[in-house]
Structure formats: structure tokens, C-alpha cells
């Protein structure tokens, strides 16, 4: 075998396994599986499979997914950054599946980085409701928002939050929350090598008590008759089948929901907690605290129904070890109120129409002006705004979006540039934060104090001067038929791969395909194939390029 197992996680496999444990070391030699899925917020199903320059093989369990040849390297070729499709190991696609999202639900992403299942998610949400993904890691939530804004998602916030932060200010609000909890990542040690290094780093016994703080505090934030999916990527059951019997223990308010298995995925196994909690030989303490009344932490009752989870077997399906369980809450589903801040789209923009500014005058959410830039953070008091302005203008250059440009000012340039620019309507509330327009999907006053990367679907910026300069959020988001002017290059010839590296293209004033009446010269979508990709300026037979510089090719 090429990877060297830890001996203590061998010989549990081993105890647990039995005659199976042979084929599960076998599957260590075999090759990883590489997969794909396919974005439906840009791309229908079928037209991606007629376009599709790899093979495809079906993934069962997800009907957007499919396993390719790692060799062909898919992140190599202009569809993925156009955000036809999300690079992502097939197993994890399961829990976002297993979620069941509809178009206006509100949905948690708590632990989401770097945003596989958020951006699978939003497809299935197809724009209507409420998306926020979050995830601890200031540095992680970098890549989340990148991959939110590149699968063209509008109707997304993302945090940089603790769980109890969040539940403070959404309490009861979600219709369905997804947690991929932190985990040992048992699951991930054919896949990731350093998998198998921090294994002891990331015991069992420390992610028991992250993953049960984490259910807790999510328990608060579902609304009445919602949806929990809890995965993980290992197979330890004091994290897997012992975590839900905890939880279960101290929330008599939810079951453990049946959901459709594969017949390539294998039940929960709730016969191994059980037999850790009786013979002490757990790696978690939790598995011996008495729950309340001195009876035993792990109930028969609730132990029972972990056998309705999902277990995915890399000796059994094409795919890493996971675990997946549906939480479903017991009580009567309220009916929501038409029209609700999160159930369906509100006025926003349409060619010249007003949208509906925050109640603060924009600035529900306004991210600090001293690093406005760099991460938006909760609305201040005007004293602590004030020093920020100042800090803000101590540190030069970086600051001239606060000094230069007013929050009526944003909001005025953005409502222009949409009104000569843009022909589709959009949803949410106008709000200006840290110098940016956002349309936001939630009650603005509910961000206040958290720590936001992104406070909704970010459309653009005033520079000095007041010219407004829009977001590659905003072009990822359309569609050719939606933007005044549009360049359409071919990923079958250099020229689109010039253009996603930075490059200054020089198409004739014949290849900007306009709107009757509009000019040639201005900010023109450039798609691939059709499929929107950026924005650039074009003058004179010179496209200047506005790809962003965080998202160019570097192959």
C-alpha cells in the first residue's frame, strides 16, 4: 500500500470492518476519482453535455455531476472560468443533495469554504431566496467569495462568522442548514496525503466537541419544520453516528430523516458507537457523560436512528469516505408571508427604475471605512466611523473610495451604469458598504456587527471622479442577451485565453454586438462561447481587459 496508515486508525478499521477490511485497504491503491459539476445558474444540463470538452461518466448520486480524467486538468480550460462547472471530489456532492433546497428557501452554508456545496446550492436555489455560506477562516473566505462570484450566484452573503454570531442575529430563519463539519478527515487520507499527517493534530477527541458546540448553536437557527444535513468526511462513529445521538438527546424536537440511499452508499452504523459508549473505548469523552438524569449520553432510541445515514465507502463507491445524516425538525412549518425579505424577489433595478435603499441610508452593513477594501464588518456608531475616516485617511490611496465618493454617490453611479448597461431585473436592496453597491438578499439590519466578506451580490464601485466601475460579480451574473454590448470569443482559438490572462485584445468595432442605439465604445461582456466570462472597455478597435487580476489563467 503507497499510503502509510496510522496503526491505531488500522486496527479500528479492522475491529469494525471485519471481513470488509481487506477490499477498504485495496481501494488505497487505487486512483483517486475526479469530478465535475455542472453549474445550472449558467449552463442547462444537456447543452453542457453537447459542449463538454472532456468525458463524461454519470456520478449516481448527483444529477449535475460527473467523474472526468484528472489528466485533461478541467481547470485548465476557459469553461471553468466561465463557471460552466465546479471542480469537486464526487462523494461531496452528496450532502448538498441530501439538503434538498428549493427556489426561495432561506439556506445556511455554515462551514463553507472553499464553496463547492455553496455554489451547488445556489444552482438548485435557481436565484430565488436566500443564500449564506460562511466560514471561520478569514483567509478561506476568499476563495468562498471568489467561487461564489465566478458560478454567477446573486442572491448570496458571505461571512466570516462563529456560529453564535450568526445565531444571534438569524435567529429561527433558515429553512435548511448544511454543516460540513470540521472533522479527523479519516475519509480524505487517499485523496489528501497530509490527510494522514494531521490525523492526530486534528484528534477525534477535539472535532467532537467543535461538532457538537456547532449543532447546538445551528439547532437555534432553523426555522420550525426545517432541514439540518450534518456530513462529515471521516468514518470515526464517535463524530459520525455518537454526534446525532448526542444531539438527538438534548433536542427531542428532531428525528433523524430518511434520505434516498444509493445502493452504492451503505447505512449508518449505530451498533459502533454503541459498543464504544459500553466499553470505554472511544477516543471522545463525550461518549461517557451522563446526559440529563443521570441516563446514558447515547440513548438506544436515538442510537437506532443513525442507521437511516448515509456512509460512502471508497471499497464500495467511486468516491472518498463520507458521512451524511438528515436532521429534519418535528414542528409544523409556519407559511411565510408572500413576498417575505428571502422567499422571492423584491424590486431592485430594471432600466432606470429605483431600488430600495438600506433604512440607514445604505449602510446597514457598512464594513468599516478603514478597511473597507480588504473585509466589511458590521455597521459602527458615527463617533467609531468617524476615527475609521480618519485612520482611513492616514493610510493614503487606499482610503479614496470613503473620502472621494458618497454613499448617494455609489448609489446614483450604480443605478446609471445598470440602467445603460444592464436590461435584466435584479433583486434585493440597494446597500453601499465599504465604498461597494451590493444588492443585498436579507434585512440589511441583520448583518449589522457581523464580519462580512460579501454583503450580497457585489455590482461595483465609484473611483474618483464618480465613474462607477462594475464588479466581475456583476458579468459572471449575465448572460449575453442581458448586457448593452458584448464581445463573444471562442475557446477553440488563443485569443480567449489572451483574455484571461490580463491581456488588451484588439477586436473591430464589427464584433461588439450591441443594443439598437448603443455605441460601440463603453464596457462591453466578454463571453466564451456564449457564456459570460468579464468585462472589458472598448475603444477606437482596443479592448482594454478588466479580468481581475485574483482570477486570471496562470497555466
Known sequence: MSIQLPPLFESRMQRWLGGEYEDFVASYDRPRHAGIRVNTLKIGLEDFKAASPFGLKPIPWCETGFYVDENERPG???????????????????????????????????????????????????????????????????????????????????????????????????????????????????????????????????????????LDTVASMLAPGGRIVYSTCTFSPEENEAMIALFLA???????????????????????????????????????????????ALRPEALAQTA????????????????????????????REAGAAGTAPGPFIGAGEP?????????????????????????????????????????????????????????????????AHVSVPLTGTLLISGGYAYACPVEPERLRGLKVRRSGFRLGMVKSGGRFVPSNALAAALSPRESARTLNLSSSLPEAVSYLKGETLTPGEERIERAEGVDAKGYVLVAIDGYAAGWGKWASGVLKNEYPAGWRWNG
Open 76 to 214: 485548465k480550460h476557459p469553461y471553468y472560468h466561465t463557471g460552466l462547472y465546479y471542480i469537486q471530489e464526487p462523494s461531496a456532492m452528496e450532502p448538498a443533495e441530501a439538503l434538498r433546497p428549493e427556489p426561495g428557501d432561506r439556506v445556511l452554508d455554515l462551514c463553507a469554504a472553499p464553496g463547492g456545496k455553496s455554489t451547488q446550492i445556489a444552482a438548485k436555489l435557481e436565484g430565488r431566496g436566500v443564500l449564506v455560506t460562511n466560514d471561520i477562516s478569514a483567509e478561506r473566505t476568499k476563495a468562498l467569495a471568489k467561487n461564489i462570484e465566478m458560478s454567477g450566484v446573486r442572491n448570496a452573503v458571505v461571512l466570516n462568522e462563529t456560529p453564535e454570531r450568526i445565531a444571534q442575529r438569524f435567529p429561527a430563519y433558515f429553512d435548511k442548514i448544511l454543516i460540513d463539519a470540521p472533522c479527523s478527515g479519516e475519509g480524505m487520507f487517499r485523496k489528501d496525503p497530509d490527510a494522514v499527517r494531521q490525523w492526530e493534530k486534528h484528534s477525534v477527541e477535539v472535532c467532537t466537541v467543535m461538532q457538537r458546540d456547532i
Open 250 to 296: 438534548r433536542h427531542p424536537d428532531f428525528v433523524v430523516g430518511e434520505m434516498p440511499h444509493s445502493p452504492l452508499f451503505a447505512p449508518g452504523r449505530p451498533e459502533w458507537a454503541a459498543g464504544l459508549a459500553e466499553s470505554g473505548g472511544g477516543l471522545s469523552p463525550l461518549l461517557h457523560e451522563p446526559a440529563q438524569g443521570g441516563e446514558p
Open 308 to 335: 437511516r445515514a448515509a456512509r460512502i465507502w471508497p471499497h464500495l463507491a467511486e468516491g472518498e469516505g463520507h458521512f451524511v445524516c438528515v436532521l429534519e425538525h418535528t414542528g409544523e412549518k409556519a407559511a
Open 355 to 419: 431600488m430600495p435603499a438600506a433604512e440607514d441610508g445604505g449602510r446597514a452593513s457598512g464594513g468599516p471605512k478603514g478597511k473597507g477594501r480588504r473585509e466589511e464588518r458590521g455597521a459602527r456608531s458615527p463617533r467609531r466611523e468617524d476615527k475609521s475616516a480618519r485612520e482611513a485617511r492616514g493610510r493614503g490611496r487606499d482610503a479614496y473610495v470613503r473620502e472621494e465618493a458618497s454613499e448617494e454617490t455609489v448609489r446614483r453611479a450604480c443605478l446609471d451604469f445598470l440602467a
